[in-house]
């Protein structure tokens, strides 16, 4: 039977990632029933603790923790070479990575270090019986799909944030181990890191990473009306976006552009206010898998991609739909 | 400063996009090649710095079959690049991202360079592989997703920041570099048509098949698109027809908790 695979574990704030937990889930789908093929989940950095606690109870077959500070900032180069080294130790064939930030940078710089095969973007993955993997992957901003067959016995995957469900906790603890800190030797030159500013969504989830977003567009008519939808972002624990109209304004700082030039989402539910639905922003939030439109304009764009509508005057039915959503959530 | 931006021919955003007969790609069919997207913001941004450090130069690099690859470097020239290089694919060649930047790489290793810029991803497969690949098989650090990219002269270092989830983090690295672009400028400038002729003019360099390592003229990489589709069509929005505004929140929540099931 094959090695174990590998999935890499990232942490913000000292708790492992959504994303990565993710990952764990289609760990265990492509290694198959506990007892087939192990799973490892892998920690790298100093203060692995808190995170390591609670991916002990994921179902996992082992948690190694790989203890060193200079793993504590994200470098591409020295991530990929120590995650390399143990992927060859172990002798694994698969590695998982999480499409966060640091996810997407770490893929092609790891396959290329381990000489293996790469794919990006998976919104779904299944093996045939002959072991080889085959994923799904939007491309074209979603507006096609590719599956992709993986010719080669190694291979790093890199997965889309919340295509895939986390696994629920359980009950048996999976067993922590300490590993050795790889040989880092013949680094490339590093960058340093010289300060950190947090986004101005406060606090809020991040756009990339958030399940659920409200995004704005030009029919809000000023920036003053955004508060309309951070109550309802704050209703939802929703991220807040925006159209390209409304950053090239100055409404909202470029971070906030949802779209072809901007960000590309894909969070279980999108809330398009006021937004037109130019094909520049629908590439950017096409793959969420539902899209909700508010609009005065019946004849909007937006509601051909949209799977719910709402024609009407966002100034009402947005503090309404807060208002209603609090009541449905208790709160 | 020598300034290397990666660049590759992509289906023109407008293109209506049709799987081929083998239902294994894009039928390519009519399809125009351009430069844009990250590609774009990457050529651009080479050039913002060019424009900002005395005696740079900017050498826009491509891999791929002719004559589409030609044309964007072509593009690149008209719009301020110094030179460029054609990295030659086989049409017949089966290739995948990874195998891409093995051949790119063979490019930069051929030309001194303090600083490679390339998008985040292409518009087209968004495989956001072929910046840190290249990184790596070239033995330089690699950042992105990176915004703000400016060249610190005092400091002798670029100066950048990553657009990570929750915020923005402030980097300082020194050359050599792979930088990986998030920032995109939604008007980049555009080439003057004098340029444009010009450009026909400059000799572009070429790295032949022949000088690439036999692995990636003949050998499978190490995937391949078994399957091109396009999803369902979406049928257009199910509308909430409703009297009052509250009316309309309540059937909208009750649509996503119990028919989207998207809503707790």
Not at chain 2, 43 to 62: D, M, N, T, Y
Request: charged residues 20%; glycine residues 8%; aromatic residues 4%.
């Amino acid at each position: 039977m094959s090695g174990p695979v590998l999935v890499l574990i990232e942490r913000r704030n000292a708790a492992p990632v959504r994303p990565s937990l993710e990952a764990l889930g289609v760990g265990r789908r492509i290694a198959g029933p506990p007892g087939t093929g192990a799973v490892v989940a892998i920690l790298l950095g100093s203060g692995l603790e808190p995170a390591v606690a609670q991916v002990a109870e994921l179902g996992a077959d082992k948690v190694l923790t790989v203890t060193d500070a200079r793993f504590d900032v994200f470098h591409a180069a020295v991530w990929s070479a120590a995650i390399a080294a143990i992927a060859e130790e172990l002798e694994a064939m698969t590695i998982l990575v999480a499409g966060t930030s640091n996810g997407r940078q770490l893929v092609g710089r790891l396959a290329a270090r381990w000489g293996a095969a790469a794919v990006t973007g998976i919104a779904d993955i299944s093996r045939a019986a002959d072991g080889t993997l085959s994923v799904v992957r939007p491309v074209f901003s979603g507006r096609a799909l590719e599956e992709v067959k993986v010719d080669a016995p190694r291979v790093v995957l890199g997965l889309r944030p919340n295509a895939f469900p986390p696994p629920d906790p359980s009950d048996s603890k999976t067993p922590v181990e300490a590993h050795a800190v790889p040989e880092l030797s013949a680094l490339p030159a590093l960058g340093t890191v010289t300060g950190f500013e947090p986004a101005q969504s406060g606090s809020g989830p991040d756009l990339s990473e958030a399940t659920v977003v409200v995004s704005g567009g030009r029919g809000l008519k000023g920036p003053e009306n955004f508060r309309l939808l951070e109550d309802l972002a704050a209703s939802l624990g929703a991220a807040i976006g925006a159209s390209r109209a409304v950053t090239d304004s100055g409404w909202k700082p470029a971070s906030f552009q949802v779209g072809q030039t901007g960000r590309t989402v894909s969070p279980q539910l999108y809330i398009a206010v006021g937004i037109s639905g130019a094909i520049q922003h629908v590439v950017g939030m096409i793959s969420s898998r539902t899209i909700v439109a508010i609009n005065s304009d019946p004849n909007a764009p937006i509601f051909k991609v949209a799977d719910y509508g709402i024609v009407g005057d966002l100034f009402q039915i947005v503090p309404a739909l807060t208002t209603e959503i609090r009541r449905v959530r208790g709160n | 400063m020598e300034l290397l931006v990666l660049i590759k021919p992509v289906p023109d955003p407008e293109t209506r996009l049709r799987p081929n007969a083998t239902g294994t790609g894009l039928d390519t069919d009519g399809v125009k090649w351009v430069l844009t997207g990250y590609d774009e913001s990457a050529v651009e941004q080479a050039l913002l710095l060019k424009e900002a450090i005395p005696g740079s130069k900017v050498r826009a690099i491509a891999f791929g079959t002719a004559p589409r690859t030609e044309e964007i470097l072509r593009s690149a020239l008209a719009l301020g690049c110094d030179a460029a290089t054609w990295v030659e694919r086989a049409a017949d060649a089966s290739v995948d991202p990874m195998r891409a930047a093995e051949a790119l790489s063979v490019a930069c290793k051929r030309t001194p360079f303090d600083l490679i810029v390339v998008g985040k991803q292409a518009l087209d497969d968004e495989a956001g592989l072929v910046g840190p690949a290249v990184a790596e098989r070239l033995g330089v650090a690699d950042y992105g997703p990176v915004v703000d990219l400016r060249w610190d002269a005092a400091a002798s270092k670029f100066t950048f920041a990553r657009a990570i989830e929750g915020g923005s983090e402030r980097m300082s690295a020194p050359t050599p570099l792979v930088v990986c672009l998030q920032q995109a400028w939604n008007d980049p400038r555009t080439a003057k048509l004098q340029n444009v002729l010009k450009a026909r003019r400059i000799a572009i360099d070429k790295v032949a098949l022949a000088d690439l390592p036999a692995e990636i003229k003949s050998a499978p990489p190490g995937t391949h698109v078994g399957a091109f589709r396009l999803p369902p069509p979406r049928t257009g929005a199910k509308m909430v027809e409703y009297k009052t505004p509250e009316e309309a929140a309540q059937k909208l929540v009750q649509l996503l908790r119990e028919e989207a099931k998207v809503l707790p």
